[in-house]
Protein backbone atom coordinates (compact mmCIF):
# COMPACT_ATOMS: atom_id res chain seq x y z
CA UNK A 1 0.00 0.00 0.00
CA UNK A 2 2.87 2.46 0.77
CA UNK A 3 2.78 5.95 1.72
CA UNK A 4 1.93 9.15 -0.10
CA UNK A 5 4.47 12.28 -0.04
CA UNK A 6 3.08 14.75 1.49
CA UNK A 7 4.39 17.20 -1.17
CA UNK A 8 1.90 14.61 -3.68
CA UNK A 9 -1.35 13.97 -1.23
CA UNK A 10 -1.72 18.34 -0.79
CA UNK A 11 -1.17 18.17 -4.61
CA UNK A 12 -3.69 16.13 -5.60
CA UNK A 13 -6.47 17.17 -2.82
CA UNK A 14 -6.44 20.94 -3.57
CA UNK A 15 -6.24 19.76 -7.52
CA UNK A 16 -9.26 18.49 -7.05
CA UNK A 17 -10.80 21.06 -5.12
CA UNK A 18 -11.16 19.30 -2.28
CA UNK A 19 -10.29 22.70 0.28
CA UNK A 20 -11.56 20.89 3.61
CA UNK A 21 -9.39 18.31 3.16
CA UNK A 22 -6.16 19.96 1.69
CA UNK A 23 -7.22 22.60 5.13
CA UNK A 24 -6.98 19.41 7.31
CA UNK A 25 -3.51 18.19 6.06
CA UNK A 26 -1.95 21.69 6.44
CA UNK A 27 -3.50 21.77 9.54
CA UNK A 28 -2.19 18.52 11.01
CA UNK A 29 1.14 19.67 9.17
CA UNK A 30 1.24 22.87 11.16
CA UNK A 31 0.10 21.68 14.26
CA UNK A 32 3.13 19.27 14.40
CA UNK A 33 5.53 21.26 13.46
CA UNK A 34 4.88 24.24 15.34
CA UNK A 35 2.88 22.43 18.70
CA UNK A 36 0.43 24.45 18.45
CA UNK A 37 -2.03 22.07 19.22
CA UNK A 38 -5.13 24.57 19.63
CA UNK A 39 -4.24 26.00 16.00
CA UNK A 40 -7.59 25.40 14.10
CA UNK A 41 -8.82 26.32 10.43
CA UNK A 42 -12.08 28.70 8.95
CA UNK A 43 -13.04 26.20 6.95
CA UNK A 44 -13.66 27.40 2.75
CA UNK A 45 -12.05 30.52 1.40
CA UNK A 46 -11.92 34.13 2.14
CA UNK A 47 -12.61 37.04 -0.30
CA UNK A 48 -10.49 40.11 1.16
CA UNK A 49 -9.44 43.27 -0.43
CA UNK A 50 -6.39 45.84 1.25
CA UNK A 51 -4.16 47.50 0.12
CA UNK A 52 -1.97 44.90 -0.99
CA UNK A 53 -4.20 43.38 -3.40
CA UNK A 54 -7.43 41.70 -3.43
CA UNK A 55 -7.98 37.31 -4.04
CA UNK A 56 -9.18 34.37 -1.85
CA UNK A 57 -7.78 33.05 0.76
CA UNK A 58 -7.61 29.85 3.25
CA UNK A 59 -6.81 31.28 6.68
CA UNK A 60 -5.74 29.70 10.36
CA UNK A 61 -5.96 30.35 13.97
CA UNK A 62 -3.93 30.20 16.95
CA UNK A 63 -5.50 32.12 19.52
CA UNK A 64 -3.23 33.99 22.29
CA UNK A 65 0.06 33.21 20.46
CA UNK A 66 2.14 35.98 18.90
CA UNK A 67 0.87 35.28 15.20
CA UNK A 68 -2.76 34.79 15.96
CA UNK A 69 -4.14 33.99 12.49
CA UNK A 70 -2.26 33.03 9.01
CA UNK A 71 -4.13 32.85 5.56
CA UNK A 72 -2.41 31.59 2.12
CA UNK A 73 -3.67 33.80 -0.69
CA UNK A 74 -5.06 32.98 -4.22
CA UNK A 75 -6.29 35.46 -7.27
CA UNK A 76 -9.65 33.49 -7.94
CA UNK A 77 -11.27 30.94 -6.45
CA UNK A 78 -10.79 28.82 -9.69
CA UNK A 79 -6.94 29.27 -9.21
CA UNK A 80 -6.46 28.39 -5.99
CA UNK A 81 -4.22 25.25 -6.28
CA UNK A 82 -1.51 23.34 -4.23
CA UNK A 83 1.13 25.42 -6.83
CA UNK A 84 0.05 29.10 -7.66
CA UNK A 85 -0.18 30.67 -4.46
CA UNK A 86 0.23 34.63 -4.59
CA UNK A 87 0.81 35.76 -1.31
CA UNK A 88 0.44 35.17 2.36
CA UNK A 89 -0.88 37.71 5.18
CA UNK A 90 0.00 37.13 9.01
CA UNK A 91 -1.86 38.50 12.12
CA UNK A 92 -0.75 39.44 15.46
CA UNK A 93 -3.25 40.70 16.93
CA UNK A 94 -2.48 44.28 17.01
CA UNK A 95 -4.44 45.24 13.64
CA UNK A 96 -7.77 44.88 11.77
CA UNK A 97 -6.00 44.47 8.60
CA UNK A 98 -2.88 41.95 8.17
CA UNK A 99 0.16 42.55 10.26
CA UNK A 100 2.47 41.46 7.62
CA UNK A 101 2.03 40.44 4.22
CA UNK A 102 4.31 38.21 2.31
CA UNK A 103 4.44 38.52 -1.48
CA UNK A 104 6.67 36.30 -3.98
CA UNK A 105 8.56 37.14 -7.12
CA UNK A 106 6.24 34.37 -9.30
CA UNK A 107 3.69 32.00 -8.09
CA UNK A 108 5.06 29.07 -5.22
CA UNK A 109 3.54 25.67 -4.20
CA UNK A 110 2.42 25.13 -0.52
CA UNK A 111 4.78 22.74 -0.12
CA UNK A 112 8.07 25.33 -0.31
CA UNK A 113 6.40 27.53 1.54
CA UNK A 114 4.97 25.81 5.06
CA UNK A 115 8.13 24.95 6.66
CA UNK A 116 9.19 28.20 6.76
CA UNK A 117 5.68 29.60 7.83
CA UNK A 118 6.12 26.96 10.78
CA UNK A 119 8.98 28.21 11.79
CA UNK A 120 7.80 31.76 11.92
CA UNK A 121 4.42 30.78 13.99
CA UNK A 122 6.73 28.43 16.15
CA UNK A 123 9.16 31.43 16.97
CA UNK A 124 6.55 34.07 17.01
CA UNK A 125 9.14 36.43 15.19
CA UNK A 126 8.71 37.98 12.07
CA UNK A 127 11.42 39.15 10.22
CA UNK A 128 10.56 42.00 7.41
CA UNK A 129 13.10 41.76 3.64
CA UNK A 130 14.08 39.33 1.25
CA UNK A 131 14.23 35.64 1.73
CA UNK A 132 14.04 32.47 -0.48
CA UNK A 133 11.89 29.75 -0.71
CA UNK A 134 12.36 26.15 -1.10
CA UNK A 135 13.13 24.97 -4.30
CA UNK A 136 9.96 23.15 -5.69
CA UNK A 137 10.50 19.16 -6.00
CA UNK A 138 12.85 18.86 -2.54
CA UNK A 139 11.60 16.27 -0.55
CA UNK A 140 10.52 18.00 3.04
CA UNK A 141 10.88 14.36 4.33
CA UNK A 142 7.32 14.22 5.77
CA UNK A 143 5.42 11.52 4.78
CA UNK A 144 1.81 11.14 5.39
CA UNK A 145 0.50 7.75 6.61
CA UNK A 146 -3.18 8.67 5.50
CA UNK A 147 -4.27 11.56 8.58
CA UNK A 148 -0.97 10.87 10.49
CA UNK A 149 2.38 13.19 9.73
CA UNK A 150 5.83 12.47 10.86
CA UNK A 151 8.10 15.99 10.57
CA UNK A 152 11.63 14.85 10.49
CA UNK A 153 13.40 18.69 9.56
CA UNK A 154 13.61 21.35 10.29
CA UNK A 155 12.92 24.31 8.00
CA UNK A 156 15.72 25.21 5.94
CA UNK A 157 16.38 29.08 4.36
CA UNK A 158 18.01 28.13 0.90
CA UNK A 159 20.56 31.13 0.73
CA UNK A 160 21.89 30.49 4.07
CA UNK A 161 22.04 27.05 3.36
CA UNK A 162 23.59 28.09 -0.12
CA UNK A 163 26.28 29.83 1.87
CA UNK A 164 27.34 27.08 4.15
CA UNK A 165 27.16 24.33 1.25
CA UNK A 166 30.16 26.68 -0.40
CA UNK A 167 31.79 26.67 2.87
CA UNK A 168 31.47 23.14 3.28
CA UNK A 169 32.69 22.18 -0.42
CA UNK A 170 36.27 24.42 -0.20
CA UNK A 171 37.43 22.80 3.18
CA UNK A 172 39.48 19.88 3.87
CA UNK A 173 37.85 16.34 4.48
CA UNK A 174 34.73 17.53 2.28
CA UNK A 175 32.16 15.00 1.19
CA UNK A 176 28.61 15.11 -0.25
CA UNK A 177 27.41 13.07 2.67
CA UNK A 178 28.39 16.24 5.13
CA UNK A 179 26.18 18.26 2.83
CA UNK A 180 23.45 15.95 3.27
CA UNK A 181 23.64 15.37 6.88
CA UNK A 182 23.38 19.18 7.67
CA UNK A 183 21.05 20.58 4.93
CA UNK A 184 19.26 17.53 3.69
CA UNK A 185 17.80 17.78 0.48
CA UNK A 186 17.95 21.16 -0.38
CA UNK A 187 21.69 20.80 0.22
CA UNK A 188 21.84 18.09 -2.42
CA UNK A 189 20.03 20.42 -5.04
CA UNK A 190 22.50 23.00 -4.65
CA UNK A 191 25.35 21.21 -4.75
CA UNK A 192 24.17 19.15 -7.62
CA UNK A 193 23.53 22.53 -9.55
CA UNK A 194 26.76 24.27 -7.99
CA UNK A 195 28.58 20.68 -9.45
CA UNK A 196 27.36 20.90 -12.92
CA UNK A 197 28.24 24.56 -13.53
CA UNK A 198 31.11 24.04 -12.35
CA UNK A 199 32.74 20.98 -13.28
CA UNK A 200 36.67 22.54 -13.32
CA UNK A 201 36.47 23.33 -9.37
CA UNK A 202 34.34 20.47 -8.33
CA UNK A 203 34.90 16.99 -10.02
CA UNK A 204 34.13 13.71 -9.44
CA UNK A 205 36.44 10.49 -8.63
CA UNK A 206 34.97 7.16 -7.94
CA UNK A 207 32.48 7.74 -5.86
CA UNK A 208 34.00 11.02 -4.08
CA UNK A 209 33.79 14.37 -4.72
CA UNK A 210 37.25 16.66 -5.16
CA UNK A 211 36.94 20.32 -4.41
CA UNK A 212 40.12 21.43 -7.42
CA UNK A 213 39.13 25.52 -6.74
CA UNK A 214 41.06 28.69 -5.16
CA UNK A 215 40.04 31.27 -2.99
CA UNK A 216 38.03 32.96 -5.89
CA UNK A 217 36.31 30.45 -6.61
CA UNK A 218 34.40 30.34 -3.90
CA UNK A 219 33.75 33.72 -4.34
CA UNK A 220 32.52 32.82 -7.47
CA UNK A 221 30.18 30.48 -6.54
CA UNK A 222 28.90 32.87 -3.89
CA UNK A 223 28.21 35.49 -7.02
CA UNK A 224 26.38 32.67 -8.77
CA UNK A 225 23.61 32.30 -5.66
CA UNK A 226 20.63 34.06 -7.22
CA UNK A 227 21.39 31.99 -10.79
CA UNK A 228 21.71 28.55 -9.15
CA UNK A 229 18.93 29.17 -6.72
CA UNK A 230 16.64 29.96 -9.70
CA UNK A 231 17.75 27.14 -11.70
CA UNK A 232 16.76 24.23 -8.83
CA UNK A 233 13.44 25.87 -8.33
CA UNK A 234 13.81 27.93 -5.20
CA UNK A 235 11.78 31.26 -5.39
CA UNK A 236 12.44 34.54 -3.92
CA UNK A 237 9.88 36.44 -1.63
CA UNK A 238 9.71 39.81 0.11
CA UNK A 239 8.26 39.78 3.92
CA UNK A 240 6.79 43.54 4.99
CA UNK A 241 4.51 45.21 6.94
CA UNK A 242 0.47 44.48 6.17
CA UNK A 243 -1.92 46.88 5.24
CA UNK A 244 -3.56 48.71 8.34
CA UNK A 245 -7.51 47.82 7.19
CA UNK A 246 -9.58 45.46 5.20
CA UNK A 247 -12.65 43.87 3.70
CA UNK A 248 -13.35 40.71 3.65
CA UNK A 249 -15.85 37.98 3.96
CA UNK A 250 -16.46 34.46 4.38
CA UNK A 251 -17.10 32.41 1.01
CA UNK A 252 -17.30 28.75 3.08
CA UNK A 253 -18.41 25.91 -0.19
CA UNK A 254 -19.70 23.93 2.62
CA UNK A 255 -21.92 26.58 3.74
CA UNK A 256 -22.81 27.45 0.19
CA UNK A 257 -24.01 24.19 -0.25
CA UNK A 258 -25.77 23.61 3.24
CA UNK A 259 -27.77 26.83 2.24
CA UNK A 260 -28.94 25.21 -1.29
CA UNK A 261 -29.70 22.29 0.39
CA UNK A 262 -33.36 21.25 1.57
CA UNK A 263 -33.35 19.36 4.53
CA UNK A 264 -34.34 15.60 3.77
CA UNK A 265 -37.20 14.30 5.93
CA UNK A 266 -36.25 10.85 7.95
CA UNK A 267 -38.72 9.09 5.09
CA UNK A 268 -36.71 10.11 2.24
CA UNK A 269 -32.86 9.53 4.49
CA UNK A 270 -33.95 5.95 4.57
CA UNK A 271 -35.47 5.86 0.97
CA UNK A 272 -31.57 7.31 -0.01
CA UNK A 273 -30.18 4.73 2.46
CA UNK A 274 -32.17 1.77 0.43
CA UNK A 275 -31.32 2.45 -3.03
CA UNK A 276 -27.58 3.54 -2.09
CA UNK A 277 -27.65 -0.48 -0.39
CA UNK A 278 -28.97 -1.97 -4.19
CA UNK A 279 -26.85 0.05 -5.84
CA UNK A 280 -23.51 -1.40 -3.85
CA UNK A 281 -24.78 -4.48 -3.81
CA UNK A 282 -25.46 -4.21 -7.59
CA UNK A 283 -21.91 -3.34 -8.26
CA UNK A 284 -22.25 0.21 -8.70
CA UNK A 285 -19.83 1.25 -5.72
CA UNK A 286 -17.09 -0.97 -4.11
CA UNK A 287 -18.28 0.79 -0.15
CA UNK A 288 -21.02 2.05 1.19
CA UNK A 289 -20.44 4.10 4.47
CA UNK A 290 -23.69 4.29 6.91
CA UNK A 291 -23.14 7.39 9.79
CA UNK A 292 -25.53 8.50 12.46
CA UNK A 293 -26.21 7.59 16.09
CA UNK A 294 -27.24 4.75 17.36
CA UNK A 295 -30.69 3.15 16.91
CA UNK A 296 -32.65 4.99 14.38
CA UNK A 297 -33.01 2.50 12.06
CA UNK A 298 -29.53 2.16 10.01
CA UNK A 299 -28.84 -1.56 10.45
CA UNK A 300 -32.41 -2.52 10.80
CA UNK A 301 -32.71 -1.15 7.24
CA UNK A 302 -29.68 -2.63 5.90
CA UNK A 303 -30.58 -6.29 6.84
CA UNK A 304 -34.05 -5.28 5.29
CA UNK A 305 -32.88 -5.02 2.41
CA UNK A 306 -30.41 -7.75 1.99
CA UNK A 307 -32.85 -9.86 2.75
CA UNK A 308 -35.27 -8.40 0.14
CA UNK A 309 -32.19 -8.95 -2.35
CA UNK A 310 -32.04 -13.00 -1.01
CA UNK A 311 -28.97 -12.02 1.11
CA UNK A 312 -28.38 -12.88 4.81
CA UNK A 313 -25.94 -13.34 6.97
CA UNK A 314 -24.03 -16.14 6.28
CA UNK A 315 -25.45 -16.97 2.66
CA UNK A 316 -24.50 -13.49 0.77
CA UNK A 317 -22.75 -11.49 3.13
CA UNK A 318 -20.98 -11.63 6.30
CA UNK A 319 -21.62 -9.36 9.32
CA UNK A 320 -18.83 -8.56 11.81
CA UNK A 321 -19.80 -6.96 14.89
CA UNK A 322 -17.80 -5.16 17.32
CA UNK A 323 -14.39 -4.03 16.61
CA UNK A 324 -11.50 -5.80 15.23
CA UNK A 325 -7.75 -5.17 14.81
CA UNK A 326 -6.09 -4.62 11.51
CA UNK A 327 -5.08 -8.00 10.80
CA UNK A 328 -8.08 -9.37 12.15
CA UNK A 329 -9.92 -6.75 9.30
CA UNK A 330 -7.11 -8.33 6.65
CA UNK A 331 -8.11 -11.96 7.22
CA UNK A 332 -11.92 -11.00 7.27
CA UNK A 333 -11.58 -9.54 3.58
CA UNK A 334 -9.77 -12.45 2.28
CA UNK A 335 -12.01 -14.87 3.47
CA UNK A 336 -14.65 -13.16 1.88
CA UNK A 337 -13.02 -11.85 -0.82
CA UNK A 338 -15.59 -12.35 -3.02
CA UNK A 339 -18.36 -11.44 -1.14
CA UNK A 340 -20.39 -8.60 0.70
CA UNK A 341 -18.91 -7.67 4.27
CA UNK A 342 -21.15 -5.60 6.72
CA UNK A 343 -19.26 -3.96 9.63
CA UNK A 344 -22.21 -3.06 12.38
CA UNK A 345 -20.49 -1.17 15.64
CA UNK A 346 -17.25 -1.60 14.51
CA UNK A 347 -16.09 2.13 15.17
CA UNK A 348 -12.49 1.55 16.90
CA UNK A 349 -11.35 0.00 13.74
CA UNK A 350 -11.40 3.31 12.00
CA UNK A 351 -9.54 4.73 15.08
CA UNK A 352 -6.61 2.55 13.98
CA UNK A 353 -5.02 3.92 11.01
CA UNK A 354 -3.96 0.42 10.37
CA UNK A 355 -6.88 -0.42 9.57
CA UNK A 356 -8.43 2.53 7.76
CA UNK A 357 -5.24 2.11 5.61
CA UNK A 358 -6.79 -1.66 4.90
CA UNK A 359 -10.24 -0.03 4.55
CA UNK A 360 -8.70 2.49 1.88
CA UNK A 361 -7.43 -0.24 0.12
CA UNK A 362 -10.00 -2.52 0.27
CA UNK A 363 -13.05 0.34 -1.13
CA UNK A 364 -10.79 1.68 -3.76
CA UNK A 365 -12.75 2.88 -7.09
CA UNK A 366 -10.97 -0.69 -9.11
CA UNK A 367 -13.46 -3.60 -9.99
CA UNK A 368 -10.22 -5.89 -8.45
CA UNK A 369 -8.37 -4.60 -5.31
CA UNK A 370 -4.99 -5.84 -4.56
CA UNK A 371 -4.27 -6.13 -0.77
CA UNK A 372 -1.37 -6.10 0.80
CA UNK A 373 -0.16 -7.56 4.04
CA UNK A 374 3.67 -6.55 4.86
CA UNK A 375 4.07 -7.72 8.26
CA UNK A 376 5.68 -10.95 8.62
CA UNK A 377 4.47 -13.30 11.50
CA UNK A 378 3.93 -17.40 11.95
CA UNK A 379 0.44 -17.70 9.38
CA UNK A 380 1.64 -15.11 6.85
CA UNK A 381 2.79 -17.37 3.44
CA UNK A 382 3.45 -16.59 -0.02
CA UNK A 383 -0.48 -17.21 -1.97
CA UNK A 384 1.87 -18.64 -5.01
CA UNK A 385 2.94 -21.85 -2.79
CA UNK A 386 -1.13 -22.64 -3.12
CA UNK A 387 -3.52 -23.20 -5.57
CA UNK A 388 -6.83 -22.96 -3.86
CA UNK A 389 -7.35 -19.99 -1.15
CA UNK A 390 -9.19 -22.35 0.44
CA UNK A 391 -6.19 -23.98 1.45
CA UNK A 392 -4.90 -21.12 3.43
CA UNK A 393 -8.62 -20.47 5.19
CA UNK A 394 -8.50 -23.82 6.15
CA UNK A 395 -5.02 -24.35 7.66
CA UNK A 396 -5.71 -20.80 8.92
CA UNK A 397 -3.30 -18.50 7.17
CA UNK A 398 -3.13 -15.78 5.83
CA UNK A 399 -1.45 -14.62 2.54
CA UNK A 400 0.89 -11.78 2.26
CA UNK A 401 -1.12 -10.54 -0.61
CA UNK A 402 -4.53 -10.92 -2.80
CA UNK A 403 -7.16 -9.58 -4.92
CA UNK A 404 -10.41 -8.46 -3.15
CA UNK A 405 -13.31 -8.06 -5.49
CA UNK A 406 -15.63 -7.82 -2.82
CA UNK A 407 -18.30 -5.13 -1.02
CA UNK A 408 -17.80 -3.40 2.10
CA UNK A 409 -20.69 -1.56 4.11
CA UNK A 410 -20.10 0.27 7.23
CA UNK A 411 -22.52 0.89 9.19
CA UNK A 412 -20.91 3.78 12.12
CA UNK A 413 -22.46 5.57 14.98
CA UNK A 414 -19.98 8.12 14.18
CA UNK A 415 -21.24 11.59 12.48
CA UNK A 416 -19.70 12.25 9.00
CA UNK A 417 -16.91 13.97 9.92
CA UNK A 418 -15.55 11.91 13.03
CA UNK A 419 -16.20 8.52 10.67
CA UNK A 420 -13.94 10.02 7.69
CA UNK A 421 -12.02 12.89 9.40
CA UNK A 422 -9.37 13.00 6.33
CA UNK A 423 -12.01 12.49 3.65
CA UNK A 424 -10.49 9.82 2.13
CA UNK A 425 -13.04 7.05 2.01
CA UNK A 426 -15.62 9.95 0.76
CA UNK A 427 -13.71 9.45 -2.02
CA UNK A 428 -13.70 5.69 -2.64
CA UNK A 429 -17.40 4.99 -1.42
CA UNK A 430 -21.07 6.18 -1.24
CA UNK A 431 -21.75 7.62 1.98
CA UNK A 432 -24.57 8.91 3.69
CA UNK A 433 -25.76 10.66 7.14
CA UNK A 434 -28.60 9.79 8.80
CA UNK A 435 -29.89 12.71 10.93
CA UNK A 436 -33.51 12.36 11.97
CA UNK A 437 -35.12 14.82 14.65
CA UNK A 438 -36.91 13.41 17.56
CA UNK A 439 -40.42 13.44 15.90
CA UNK A 440 -39.46 11.75 13.04
CA UNK A 441 -37.98 9.06 14.71
CA UNK A 442 -41.46 8.55 16.60
CA UNK A 443 -43.18 8.64 13.22
CA UNK A 444 -40.84 5.52 11.91
CA UNK A 445 -41.71 3.82 15.24
CA UNK A 446 -45.29 3.80 14.57
CA UNK A 447 -44.91 2.12 10.83
CA UNK A 448 -42.55 -0.74 12.27
CA UNK A 449 -43.33 -1.49 15.63
CA UNK A 450 -45.59 -4.29 14.57
CA UNK A 451 -42.46 -6.31 13.13
CA UNK A 452 -40.18 -5.42 15.90
CA UNK A 453 -39.48 -9.02 17.54
CA UNK A 454 -39.91 -9.45 21.33
CA UNK A 455 -37.81 -11.54 23.92
CA UNK A 456 -38.04 -15.34 23.89
CA UNK A 457 -42.45 -16.15 23.90
CA UNK A 458 -43.05 -12.75 25.08
CA UNK A 459 -45.85 -11.41 22.67
CA UNK A 460 -47.98 -7.96 22.05
CA UNK A 461 -51.01 -7.24 19.90
CA UNK A 462 -50.56 -4.39 17.58
CA UNK A 463 -53.68 -1.60 19.73
CA UNK A 464 -50.86 -2.54 22.79
CA UNK A 465 -47.39 -1.82 20.71
CA UNK A 466 -48.97 1.48 19.38
CA UNK A 467 -50.17 2.46 22.74
CA UNK A 468 -45.93 1.93 23.46
CA UNK A 469 -45.12 4.20 20.63
CA UNK A 470 -47.54 6.48 22.25
CA UNK A 471 -45.88 6.20 25.94
CA UNK A 472 -42.54 6.94 24.51
CA UNK A 473 -43.69 9.92 22.41
CA UNK A 474 -45.16 11.80 25.71
CA UNK A 475 -42.53 10.42 27.89
CA UNK A 476 -39.96 12.55 30.58
CA UNK A 477 -36.58 10.21 29.45
CA UNK A 478 -33.80 12.06 28.70
CA UNK A 479 -32.40 9.79 26.38
CA UNK A 480 -32.76 10.65 22.61
CA UNK A 481 -35.73 8.67 21.02
CA UNK A 482 -34.17 5.49 19.31
CA UNK A 483 -35.72 2.10 18.16
CA UNK A 484 -33.67 0.53 21.36
CA UNK A 485 -35.96 2.18 23.55
CA UNK A 486 -38.77 1.03 21.74
CA UNK A 487 -37.67 -2.85 21.96
CA UNK A 488 -36.75 -2.35 25.99
CA UNK A 489 -40.66 -0.58 25.81
CA UNK A 490 -42.32 -3.45 24.26
CA UNK A 491 -40.64 -6.22 26.09
CA UNK A 492 -40.96 -4.00 29.56
CA UNK A 493 -44.91 -3.86 28.41
CA UNK A 494 -45.49 -7.88 27.09
CA UNK A 495 -43.14 -8.61 30.41
CA UNK A 496 -45.46 -7.05 32.82
CA UNK A 497 -48.61 -8.43 30.81
CA UNK A 498 -47.51 -12.09 31.03
CA UNK A 499 -45.83 -12.20 34.63
CA UNK A 500 -49.09 -10.77 36.07
CA UNK A 501 -47.31 -7.76 38.25
CA UNK A 502 -49.84 -6.03 39.22
CA UNK A 503 -49.66 -2.27 38.53
CA UNK A 504 -52.23 0.31 37.82
CA UNK A 505 -51.90 1.18 33.98
CA UNK A 506 -51.24 4.86 35.10
CA UNK A 507 -48.14 3.15 36.50
CA UNK A 508 -46.92 0.93 33.73
CA UNK A 509 -47.26 4.44 31.92
CA UNK A 510 -45.06 5.86 34.01
CA UNK A 511 -42.33 2.46 34.92
CA UNK A 512 -42.41 2.63 30.55
CA UNK A 513 -42.21 6.33 30.36
CA UNK A 514 -39.10 6.60 32.86
CA UNK A 515 -37.15 3.50 32.11
CA UNK A 516 -37.40 2.35 28.76
Avoid: C
Wanted: net charge neutral; proline share 2%.
Amino acid sequence: MGTMQFKDYITEELATGSLEKASNIILKYLRKKTGIKSLFANLGLEKFKNSNGAGYGMRFYAAGKKIESIRFNWSSIGSASSQNLTSIDMWNGSTQGPTYHISFDRDVSLVQVLPQIADMMKSGKVKTGKFTSYPKDVSLQEELDSSELSILTEAVDPEDAYDNVVSLISSPGFTKQKVFKVWKSVGIKIFDEMEAQNPAIITKVGRQYIWKGKKNDEKKLLTQKSNILAAIGATSGTIRKGSSKETYSHNSQLDELEADRERLTYEKQLGDLENLIKMTASGAANALFIAGRGGIGKTFTVEKVLADIGLSDGNGYFKNTGTASAAGIYSLLFKNQNEIILFDDSDDALKDQEARNIFKAATDTKKVRKLVWNKMGKNVVEPDEYEDPQELIDANLIPRYFNFTGKVIFISNLKMDKLDPDGALRTRAFMIEIDPTESEIYDFMETIVGKIKLDGDLSLDEKSRKNVVDMLRKGKSKQSANLRKLSRALNMMAGTLKSGVSVSDNELTRMIETYA
